[in-house]
């Protein structure tokens, strides 16, 4: 009952703001069936990999530099595991919101490009695009669907340097277009901000929130696990993404079916 209420908290809210911030990470896209690097369903809950480094170290930028054979082997285990996968309701309703007269930006340290497939625009994929590969040697750039149909280590087809994933490894600095245009966005400013499915460990995923809580923006968490932010957050939701973000969509629905009778 307890969380009933907080959800029609949330949904008064959503009514009332105009410009919407949603910070997302790997909980959002596990309704959808991807895999973790670790812990439970992990596809590395090892100490190492069969070479003998952390998954960390594997797909670290030092590693590509070094090793790039086995960064690619184990983005596309990853994309491999990950093949039949999509966007799930979550992603639907941030995308669905964008709709109804907000601004909704998201945030989000996934690089499944789950929310732009779901029809979201105002996206800043801080780590990137899995699906994107760029030349460690030229400008050439391309898309790619299907990892299992790239060979072991791919190679541009106009100088022949190595390609990668246009993504954020291990010990890599963040894009500086991207965070140049998060700054621009929270500058200008936010009526309320979510939380999905992050530990909120880095610093520029929690601290939007923290700035939030400060200005006297409403925060939501929407995280079965307690994280960072957990504690300074104004409506927590212990639920999963999508069944959460579903029962606010409903009650969205309910209340503008309401309003017009």
Same mark, same amino acid.
């Given at each position: ?11 008064l809210w959503l009514q009332r ?34 070479? &003998? ?34 966007? !799930? ?62 060979? /072991? ?22 894009? /500086? ?21 992050t530990s909120s460990i880095f610093?520029?995923?929690? &601290? ?9 923006? /409403?925060?939501?968490?929407? !995280? ?8 300074v957050v104004d409506v927590r ?25």
């Open positions: 009952m307890a969380q009933e209420t907080e959800i029609d908290r949330v949904v703001a105009r410009r919407v911030l949603f910070i997302t990470g790997a909980g959002i896209s596990a309704d959808s069936g991807l895999p973790t690097y670790r812990g439970i369903g992990g596809l590395y809950n090892r100490e190492t990999t069969d070479e &003998g480094y952390s998954i960390e170290e594997a797909l670290s930028g030092q590693m590509f530099q070094e090793h790039p054979e086995i960064t690619w082997k184990y983005v596309c285990q990853i994309a491999a595991a990950s093949k039949d996968a999509t966007f !799930n309701r979550a992603h639907e309703f941030i995308a669905w919101l964008q709709t109804q007269a907000r601004t909704v930006w998201v945030l989000t340290q996934n690089v499944d490009g789950f929310h732009r497939q779901a029809g979201s625009t105002n996206v800043i994929d801080i780590h990137g695009d899995v699906h994107d590969l760029t030349c460690t040697r030229c400008p050439y750039g391309s898309r790619v669907t299907d990892y299992t149909k790239l060979p /072991p280590l791919p190679h541009c087809p106009e100088c022949k340097g190595v390609l990668r994933p246009k993504v954020v490894l291990f010990g890599e600095l963040l894009p /500086p277009d991207k965070v140049a245009l998060m700054h621009r966005e929270l500058e200008t400013g936010f009526d309320l901000m979510f939380s999905i499915g610093p520029y995923i929690s &601290g939007p929130i923290f700035k939030a809580r400060r200005l006297g923006v /409403p925060t939501v968490e929407i !995280n079965p696990e307690t994280t960072d932010v957990s504690a939701l212990t639920a999963g993404a999508a069944v959460t973000c579903d029962a606010l969509w409903r009650r969205l629905e309910a209340a503008r079916s309401s309003a017009t009778r």
